[in-house]
């Protein structure tokens, strides 16, 4: 069936110039001026740390993949369907087919990640030394060397994804896939949370509060594990989260086209194909909108992002309307995709609100810091919650136009939800480009304070690292409300499956067993989220002594006569992260399966619902709250109420402490958690609608 289908080939044709086009970024960067000799040592040393770091969490990776390959191998060689009527087939094919698909899904995922961070440590060094030039010279550095991980991860996604479709024409196999890249994608961006924010806050209390140094001092033991942190946390981390949610959605839709269409081949090909070809002008519209990023005479990096951004947007908008008209696609996947791009830019632009130094929350935050740290977190925490609200009116709206501007074109309301969760994500190639630009800059900053350049250098990466947090920010609440339409798609693709093992799933309040299961779901996102946190402050603490042992038994160091221990620091960043991660995971893959065996189907659909609702709100807030109390800190340091050094400052420096683990260690986890958890549930949801106690 798939085969056939000029438009998978299309799709097949479409990742591979994206990848080829980030491969040319990548070397266009690289030919970029490294710099001066003290500045490529310090480049070297984040450099060192972050493959370090990643080929162990790499090695680590590859056993877990293995184990749950041949686990799925195994499982899916067998015919649950025919479980308990005396009779079970076996088909091995099956099995291998799903398991290579999970191993292929896992693969591309770190191998995206990869790229991106082997550019990023590349980039960091040479934008810092274009900053000796112009903002505008350095921006581009930076965000060309961004580009490389959204290419490459939009790029690898389509094609893996075309690839097995072609091959195999089952979208359940494809769901393997999607799964694998799930699966990495989690223990990829806890990890690299927790490492990068034990770093950043040991960094942070030991020296801007109690030595009082700068924040990239080279005398601090551990700059360089911070600098690390952002690397394969924000880089590598964030873009296999991203892989996800955009595989994640896109296979939904394939499952929900395959099974509401199965009574018609032609529809049920073209449906299914769909949200492949939609991911194929969200290619083609990236590589358009990101020629238009320009910094410009204005010199403000966040005003060319949002720039690119809107672009990318109407340019996809334009090809997505061209494709449903002269493709004759029923009308409501139009309204339904358009409806996710527009509440996608909604999120991305509320975020910017709550976030960015040139609106009202971060300066009040920043305002009332000369009060105190309990008054700068009080009124940081309050304005998260706040930020919710428009995301999760305009989650609301896109679920409600998608669901019932379908069915009145008559087309299942739910395959709306689930396009126009493909539609927010559609762009992500652009998305993904600005996320991996902030932890770019971000870095460009810390060589350029520890390689001794000149103030104004200091000054123009500070402008760029400021646009860098709020493109970060606008990324995790576009990731998050994405994947909260995702997992709606996923849920429904769940009981597809159920109700087509002869079950009829009653998920109402009313259903003891079902409130049960909704209880023990919105339990699991405050958890995982208290255990990641609970990680990076035992894991910071252990840095903190260290960083307090080299300072006392060294004082060269403070003196500036010796480097301190770099290596220490971020050896105990890296075993105290991978050490951190096997409850987290084992909560987010068992968990669901124990509640579907244990209590039963319905138990588990009550499951994800309440894990989807806390989620996406913890996920928000968490988002949002770090971003803004990080920003109160920049806004200060701009010589705003204080500036560096007065109480307001100091205030302000244990807000973004608190606010570090928030947004970028349990909040962006959280929705690649609901998605996680929801895979695991339609990937063996023919074992729990054959093997259950309730």
């Not at 964030?238 to 018609?264: K, N, P, R, W």
């Not at 999120?347 to 700068?376: C, H, L, Q, W």
């Not at 305009?394 to 309301?413: E, M, N």
């Not at 220490?568 to 987010?588: D, F, R, T, Y």
Request: with cysteine; charged share 10%; proline share 3%.
């Amino acid at each position: 069936m798939a085969s056939i289908d000029p438009w998978l080939i299309v799709a097949v044709i479409a990742g591979l110039i994206s990848v080829g086009v980030a491969t040319w970024l990548y070397f266009w960067v690289d030919r970029q001026d490294p710099g001066t000799e003290r500045a490529q040592q310090v480049a070297d040393w984040i450099r060192e740390g972050s493959q370090s770091y990643l080929k162990r969490l790499y090695s680590a990776l590859t056993l877990v993949a293995v184990a749950l390959g041949v686990i799925i191998a195994v499982v899916f060689s067998f015919d649950i369907e025919h479980m308990g009527m005396g009779t079970i087939s076996v088909n091995p094919l099956l099995g291998i087919e799903t398991a290579v698909a999970f191993i292929v899904g896992a693969l591309c995922s770190a191998l995206a990640g990869y790229m991106g961070m082997s550019v990023a440590v590349k980039a960091n060094v040479r934008s810092a030394t274009a900053a000796h030039q112009d903002l505008n010279t350095a921006f581009k550095v930076a965000f060309y060397a961004g580009a490389v991980m959204g290419l490459a991860m939009v790029g690898l996604a389509v094609f893996g994804m075309s690839v097995i479709f072609i091959l195999t024409g089952d979208p359940e196999i494809v769901l393997g896939f999607s799964f694998g890249a799930s699966a990495l994608a989690l223990l990829a961006k806890a990890g690299g949370g927790i490492f990068t924010k034990t770093a950043d806050i040991a960094a942070d209390l030991v020296g801007k509060i109690e030595i009082g140094i700068p924040e990239d001092d080279p005398r601090n033991p551990a700059v360089v594990a911070d600098n690390v942190g952002d690397n394969v946390g924000d880089v590598a981390g964030m873009g296999a989260d991203i892989f996800d949610s955009y595989v994640a959605s896109t296979v939904a839709v394939m499952l929900l086209g395959y099974s509401i269409f199965a009574g018609d081949g032609a529809l049920q090909t073209k449906y299914t194909v769909l949200p492949l070809i939609l991911c194929t002008l969200g290619i083609a519209a990236s590589l358009i909108g990101i020629q238009f990023v320009r910094v410009g005479k204005d010199g403000k990096p966040g005003a060319a992002l949002n720039s690119g951004t809107v672009i990318t947007c109407v340019i996809f908008g334009i090809f997505a309307a061209i494709l449903v008209i002269a493709g004759n696609f029923n009308l409501g996947v139009l309204w339904a995709t358009l409806s996710g791009l527009v509440t996608g830019v909604l999120i991305g632009f509320t975020t910017d609100y709550y976030t960015s130094t040139e609106n009202k929350p971060v300066m009040e935050t920043a305002r009332v810091s000369g009060s105190g740290s309990a008054i700068n977190i009080i009124t940081g925490y309050s304005y998260g919650l706040v930020s919710i609200v428009p995301s999760v009116i305009g989650i609301s709206i896109a679920t409600l136009l998608s669901y019932y501007l379908c069915q009145a074109a008559g087309i299942d309301g739910v395959y709306g939800v689930g396009i126009s969760a493909v539609g927010m994500l559609s762009i992500s190639g652009m998305i993904v480009s600005a996320d991996a630009y902030g932890p770019i800059v971000d870095n460009a900053r810390g060589i350029a304070e520890m390689a001794g350049m000149p103030q104004d250098v200091i000054d123009t990466a500070d402008v760029l690292d400021a646009a860098g947090n709020t493109a970060k920010a606008i990324t995790k609440g576009f990731s998050i409300g994405a994947a909260a339409l995702t997992v709606l798609a996923l849920f429904a693709a769940y009981a597809e499956v159920i109700e087509a093992r002869g079950i009829d799933l009653n998920i109402s309040l009313r259903n003891p067993i079902v409130v049960a299961g909704v209880f023990l779901g919105a339990m699991t996102p405050p958890l995982f989220s208290a255990l990641l946190m609970l990680s990076v402050t035992k894991n910071a603490f252990a840095m903190i002594e260290e960083i307090r042992d080299q300072f006392r038994q060294r004082p060269g160091i403070l003196a500036g006569t010796e480097l301190p221990d770099y290596n220490k620091c971020v050896g105990l960043a890296a075993q105290g992260a991978l050490s951190s991660l096997v409850i987290p995971a084992l909560l987010a893959v068992a968990f669901p399966l124990l509640v579907g065996i244990v209590l039963g189907p319905e138990a588990l659909g009550g499951f994800l619902g309440g894990a989807i609702f806390t989620g996406v709100i913890f996920a928000l807030l968490m988002s949002n709250a770090g971003g803004l109390w990080d920003n109160a800190k920049k806004y200060i340091e701009t010589g705003e109420f204080g500036g560096v050094g007065s109480d307001s400052h100091k205030a302000a420096v244990v807000g973004d402490t608190v606010g570090d683990p928030f947004k970028d260690t349990a909040g962006p986890s959280l929705n690649t958690l609901i998605t996680v958890m929801s895979l695991v549930a339609s990937l063996f949801a023919p074992i729990i609608a054959a093997v259950h106690f309730f």
